[in-house]
């Protein structure tokens, strides 16, 4: 429900698109409006581009699918207001199957009599650039090529996003009338591929997307960029593509994939251009359901395949593919936010409200406690981002009971407390989690089922990080030991930290912790906290990865037994 006082914050939108309608309520707070947050989420499945045809050919929209919509909107009416949405806080916007409909004009009339809501029309180039808005909403940042499929049409552009502004091609996005229904009215009209209707179909798809490439004029430095890279970036959205990226996440090499979300999910080209591999997935007869692939996303896999195979011959070359949860709902809202909102990363608002009073000075202590050697080329382990937000959800699981907070901690960002953020990546997701599940003890803390899913996060956490994440989770045990309530009203404890080299030649980080007052004044809970950190340097420990040893002292004395 709807907090009180809150109301005002809301917004009402109904997404009338070609294959579903879907309606949304939004807080737009500002201090969380940067995520997206959702209050109410639900879709009619009333597909008015299928609504269109009869046996193969065009007709108008029929009047029983008005009466469905009609009443689905009515319903949505009630619910707006059970939430006391502000009546001028609530929009109907429609797409490709509205805008190409022979009774159009009527069909808008009919809404507007019973409901008393105008249906807005989203014109070809604008409903492109609202698309790009909604990819650029659901990651921290974007570089690359961004194609939206949707039912009737899809859209191709450029974006680049950078502290909040946005560029895109002048001329919007091309608009091509390739959408995933569309297409597989199209491919059922031509025939076997190895027909002459079939090869046409394919020479005029891959014609019209050469010329797409051509008309929105990727920029030269973005095209130099790439090549540093060995490809572009390309960001996808749109029902027919997030089937796919679904497809590939029950496809993945981690079994099963631990993250049930789109949004955020990366695969390679390769992986995606693998149309065989894709469609064979979908037709195994002894395989379960696909996680939130319909049979009617099932259904239109073939044409998606066909499409993203011409997407192999007509883009220029990819390395990464992305898939983003971002629509309409998303693009308009992020269209009309301040830059100084957008420019937040997704992690960091998500937390915020978590958020203890010293988080800053936390962030300090934890930040100067992760400084990398020579021989692993990086800057810094962790960006300044997932610091803050780390430091700001350090706390969030404390009042759990023992037996549970490190399990709901890992399980926080997929099924927990951040599962909904709005903007994170996969690999964000396995970071937090595992840096929150070790603050609370880690691997050995949680019980066998939450540790085969810490296991299948790792995955996705980067080779070169995984071990930082353990220790730097035990580092933060130790600050919330000493700093209870996240608030620091005086200097309990400092962190320095320095590399050396054992016997053998390995790196060992040498960790201190300086505290106010002896080592023997401190309580057992604190000991245990500080007992971690030195285990983290313990090969055995390590689950198989790389790590470093520790040389773990208190006050310039040493901790404990250090392993040779």
């Known amino acids: 429900m709807a907090k009180v006082g809150k109301s005002s914050q809301l917004h009402g939108l109904v997404d009338m698109g070609s294959n579903g309608i879907?309606?949304?309520?939004?807080?737009?707070?500002?201090?969380?409006?940067?995520?997206?947050?959702?209050?109410?989420?639900?879709?009619?499945?009333?597909?008015?581009?299928?609504?269109?045809?009869?046996?193969?050919?065009?007709?108008?929209?029929?009047?029983?699918?008005?009466?469905?919509?009609?009443?689905s909107l009515l319903r949505f009416k009630s619910t707006c207001e059970d939430f006391a949405v502000p009546?001028?806080?609530?929009?109907?916007?429609?797409?490709?199957?509205?805008?190409k409909a022979r009774n159009s004009e009527d069909f808008r009339s009919r809404i507007k009599e019973a409901t008393g809501w105008t249906v807005e029309l989203l014109p070809k180039e604008m409903e492109g650039r609202i698309g790009a808005l909604g990819v650029a909403s659901s990651c921290e940042s974007v570089i690359g090529l961004m194609m939206d499929l949707g039912g009737g049409s899809t859209q191709l552009t450029w974006i680049m996003t950078k502290n909040g502004k946005m560029e895109m091609?002048?001329?919007?996005?091309?608009?091509?009338?390739?959408g995933a229904a569309a297409l597989t009215q199209r491919l059922e009209e031509a025939g076997s591929p190895d027909s002459e209707a079939f090869k046409a179909l394919e020479s005029e798809v891959l014609s019209d997307l050469k010329t797409a490439v051509q008309d929105i004029r990727i920029p030269q430095h973005m095209?130099?960029?790439?090549?540093?890279?060995?490809?572009?970036?390309?960001?996808?959205?749109?029902?027919?593509?997030?089937?796919?990226?679904?497809?590939?996440?029950?496809?993945?090499?981690?079994?099963?994939?631990?993250?049930?979300?789109?949004?955020?999910?990366?695969?390679?080209?390769?992986?995606?251009?693998?149309?065989?591999?894709?469609?064979?997935a979908v037709q195994k007869p002894d395989t379960p359901d696909i996680f939130r692939v319909s049979a009617r996303r099932a259904s239109q896999v073939p044409a998606v395949a066909f499409l993203v195979t011409c997407l192999s011959k007509a883009?220029?070359?990819?390395?990464?593919?992305?898939?983003?949860?971002?629509?309409?709902?998303?693009?308009?809202?992020?269209a009309e936010m301040d830059p100084k909102w957008r420019r937040e990363a997704p992690l960091v608002t998500a937390t915020r409200c978590y958020a203890p009073p010293s988080t800053q000075v936390l962030a300090d202590m934890l930040h100067s406690a992760t400084v990398p050697p020579l021989s692993m080329r990086r800057q810094e382990i962790f960006g300044e981002n997932?610091?803050?937000?780390?430091?700001?959800?350090?706390?969030?699981?404390?009042?759990?009971?023992?037996?549970?907070?490190?399990?709901?901690?890992?399980?926080?960002?997929?099924?927990?407390?951040?599962?909904?953020?709005?903007?994170?990546?996969?690999?964000?997701?396995?970071?937090?989690?595992?840096?929150?599940?070790?603050?609370?003890?880690?691997?050995?803390?949680?019980?066998?089922?939450?540790?085969?899913?810490?296991g299948r996060m790792l995955q996705l956490v980067p080779r070169d990080v995984r071990w930082w994440c353990m220790y730097l989770g035990r580092v933060a045990a130790v600050l919330a030991s000493v700093y209870p309530a996240g608030t620091v009203r005086?200097?309990?404890?400092?962190?320095?930290?320095?590399?050396?080299?054992?016997?053998?030649?390995?790196?060992?980080?040498?960790?201190?912790?300086?505290?106010?007052?002896?080592?023997?004044?401190?309580?057992?809970?604190?000991?245990?906290?500080?007992g971690k950190v030195e285990k983290a340097g313990k090969k055995k420990n390590w689950n198989g990865e790389d790590g470093y040893k520790v040389l773990l002292t208190v006050n310039g004395r040493d901790y404990g037994c250090e392993e040779k």
Not at 32 to 59: H, M, W
Not at 171 to 178: F, H
Not at 257 to 270: A, K, L, S, W
Not at 505 to 522: A, H, I, P, Q, Y
């Open 22 to 71: 879907r309606f949304s309520i939004t807080d737009l707070s500002p201090a969380t409006q940067r995520i997206l947050p959702t209050v109410y989420l639900d879709r009619a499945a009333i597909s008015l581009y299928d609504a269109q045809y009869e046996n193969g050919k065009l007709v108008p929209i029929p009047g029983d699918t008005t009466k469905q919509v009609i009443k």
């Open 87 to 99: 009546e001028k806080h609530i929009r109907i916007v429609a797409t490709e199957a509205t805008r």
């Open 169 to 178: 091609s002048e001329r919007g996005s091309a608009s091509l009338p390739y």
């Open 223 to 280: 095209l130099d960029l790439s090549e540093s890279y060995d490809g572009l970036q390309l960001y996808l959205s749109g029902g027919g593509f997030r089937g796919w990226g679904f497809v590939l996440m029950s496809e993945h090499w981690i079994q099963p994939y631990p993250i049930p979300i789109i949004n955020g999910f990366r695969t390679t080209n390769d992986r995606f251009q693998d149309t065989q591999a894709i469609q064979a």
């Open 315 to 334: 883009l220029p070359r990819i390395t990464h593919v992305h898939f983003c949860q971002g629509g309409v709902r998303e693009g308009i809202y992020f």
């Open 386 to 454: 997932l610091i803050t937000a780390f430091t700001q959800a350090m706390f969030a699981h404390m009042a759990h009971v023992k037996d549970v907070r490190g399990g709901a901690a890992l399980r926080s960002t997929t099924t927990g407390i951040f599962a909904a953020a709005h903007g994170l990546s996969h690999e964000g997701r396995a970071l937090l989690a595992i840096l929150l599940c070790e603050r609370y003890g880690g691997y050995s803390s949680i019980s066998p089922t939450e540790q085969d899913f810490y």
């Open 490 to 530: 005086e200097s309990r404890v400092a962190v320095d930290v320095q590399w050396t080299q054992t016997k053998k030649d390995k790196e060992k980080l040498c960790v201190d912790f300086r505290f106010s007052e002896e080592r023997d004044g401190l309580d057992q809970g604190l000991d245990a906290a500080l």
